[in-house]
């Protein structure tokens, strides 16, 4: 008896370790190999130029372009996300509190919107660019893409929210504080690490998806200047660049990842200092 | 101006006027849940001023009853609630006074500590902020005072701004009920507030409900009968949702009437 157990708690941690650092050597190697195969791209003009005539054909220029472009798309997108976001998760967690069934059918339809593959997205904001005259542009790739994620900020940040123990609201009501006092000064502040956690999840898809962007934001070799410009995307400059049958056009690809990689792990180190500096001074 | 000094000064003395004996009576009450019901007609005035003991085996609704009276049954769309509870002649149950003025005229301090997420400081101002204060120097005067209050200040001056969850857990629940008082109740309830806490800290707890009743009426929810015995100035007993015996410690804990009072006095710690 005794040592059955012995050999099942080592047998399942040996398994369970294994899965955890197979996953970490993955993510490693994918990194890896993205860096590798762009590094001799990897130059600054990449960073600081934009694509000059001949840059498709491997002549010279940079994908600053698609930097820009996807930075704003990104921002913008997660801005109007969390706007909407935001409150909403809170609605979900305050307001709904006592409704248990219609807080479980809006999580439902929140967890079917955030399955919906991107490119039903691309194609529905596609549609609603026609319908309201636009073209592919800055402003019609935001919204596509802000469709796309704000359904990942309500769930991730209700899930947190969810956790938070009835005594917290229940001590917070009884000091006399409204409902809308309890979401913004309390449970927001309770819940601000998976704030945090669910802009990062919504920014890093944000950024890193091409097909919601492909019909709504337009591809072009210029840095938009105004919303109703079309914006060139990292993804999609991966994609064009990975198709070429140019070599050198390919390691661009690749470079044009890191780049994409870079950008999500410096956004994302930066939110997580910024969150254990705020949870310091208030929660722990 | 003058009028208005004058019509505050009167409504003051009204109040004072009506406060001045049972400053809760419960008419009654009756809490149902969706299939059963918690509370039966439950019928009680409780003391101003005096620390009233809610004693009883656990599941027998000292809880319910206790949120009942902050309406915190609110929260729980599965409870209704019935009856009249009167709180400084006001039915809470029926009145149109909105809801967080009527909470605070109540403390409450839970079976463990809530902090807010936020400074210890903070803890403090949150409630004298809601109750319309601004000014910075009033503020921290009152902080200062209530976290003297509950034997605080000497632990915490230095380190006001750090997070309330950095305090021990007797800490947080001193820091909780000076963040109650900081509201200004006239009422205190306390659900089993010792039982997350070491003897020590119970006992602290214990001495400032003594000296709190001065100015509060303390209603005091506990299972831990030799708590009630060295706390209570009036015992209510509390048996399956209903109140089967009131009176002084003295009559109920000498010569109980009932056979469940009887019973819970020998078998109950
Ligand atoms: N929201 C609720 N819905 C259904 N039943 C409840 C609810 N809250 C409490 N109860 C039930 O009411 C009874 C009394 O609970 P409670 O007031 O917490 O008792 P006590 O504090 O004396 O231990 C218990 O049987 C409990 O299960
Ligand atoms: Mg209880």
Redesign the pocket.
């Known amino acids: 008896m005794k040592r059955s157990k012995k050999t099942e708690e080592a047998v399942f941690k040996i398994l369970s370790g294994f899965a955890t650092y197979s996953l970490i050597v993955i993510l490693a190697f994918i990194i890896i190999v993205v860096f590798v195969k762009g590094f001799n791209a990897l130059t600054w003009e990449m960073v600081v130029k934009t694509p000059k005539g001949g840059y498709y054909y491997g002549g010279e220029g940079g994908v600053l372009n698609a930097i820009m472009g996807s930075l704003y798309i990104a921002f913008g997108a997660t801005i109007i996300a969390i706007i909407i976001g935001m409150p909403s998760a809170l609605y979900l967690n305050v307001y709904l509190l006592r409704h248990k069934k219609t807080q479980n059918t809006i999580r439902y339809i929140l967890d079917a919107l955030w399955g919906i593959p991107s490119i039903v997205y691309g194609a529905f904001g596609f549609t609603l660019m026609l319908y309201l005259g636009l073209n592919a542009s800055l402003l019609a790739g935001i919204l596509t893409v802000a469709l796309l994620i704000t359904p990942i900020i309500v769930r991730t940040f209700d899930e947190v929210l969810s956790t938070i123990p009835k005594g917290l609201h229940e001590a917070t009501l009884a000091l006399g504080s409204t409902r809308t006092e309890m979401a913004f000064k309390v449970m927001l502040k309770q819940g601000f690490s998976g704030f945090i956690t669910a802009v990062l999840l919504a920014f890093g898809r944000g950024i890193g998806d091409a097909a919601s962007v492909l019909f709504t934001a337009g591809y072009t070799d210029l840095i938009p200047v105004n919303i109703d410009e079309p914006a060139a995307t990292l993804p999609l400059a991966i994609f064009f660049q990975l198709g070429s049958p140019i070599p050198e056009v390919r390691e661009r690809a690749y470079a044009a990842g890191a780049i994409l990689t870079i950008i999500i792990l410096t956004v994302s180190l930066t939110a997580r200092l910024f969150s254990r500096q705020y949870s310091k001074s208030n929660i722990n | 101006m003058h009028t208005n000094e004058i019509s505050m000064l009167i409504n003051e003395q009204i109040e004072s006027i009506s406060t001045n004996h049972n400053i809760v009576k419960i008419n009654n009450l009756n809490v149902y849940?969706?299939?059963?019901q918690?509370?039966k007609n439950i019928n009680l005035t409780i003391p101003k001023n005096k620390i009233t003991v809610l004693l009883?085996?656990?599941?027998?609704?000292?809880?319910?009853?206790?949120?009942s009276m902050n309406k915190l049954t609110d929260l729980?769309k599965?409870?209704k609630v019935t009856g009249n509870i009167f709180i400084e002649d006001d039915d809470i149950l029926h009145t149109t006074k909105n809801v967080p003025s009527i909470r605070q005229k109540m403390g409450l301090l839970g079976q463990r500590p809530f902090p807010l997420p936020m400074s210890i400081y903070k803890n403090i101002s949150y409630g004298i902020k809601l109750k319309g204060i601004r000014d910075k120097k009033l503020i921290a005067f009152s902080v200062e005072k209530y976290l003297k209050e509950v034997g605080l200040w000497e632990e915490v001056k230095n380190r006001l701004n750090q997070p309330a969850t950095s305090l021990s857990i007797g800490q947080q629940q001193r820091l909780c009920l000076a963040r109650g008082l900081a509201v200004k109740p006239r009422i205190i309830l306390a659900?089993?507030p010792t039982s997350a806490l070491d003897p020590i800290s119970s006992k602290i707890i214990e001495n400032l409900f003594r000296s709190l009743k001065e100015h509060y009426t303390i209603i005091l929810?506990t299972?831990v009968l030799r708590q009630a015995v060295r706390l209570a100035d009036h015992v209510v007993f509390?048996y399956n949702?209903e109140v089967i015996e009131q009176g002084s410690p003295n009559t109920l804990f000498n010569t109980p009437k009932t056979q469940k009072l009887k019973e819970y006095l020998v078998d109950g710690n």
Do not use: F, R
């Open positions: 849940a969706d299939s059963h918690i509370l009883g085996p656990s599941g027998c609704g000292k809880t319910t009853l206790l949120k729980y599965e409870l659900d089993e929810v299972h509390m949702g």
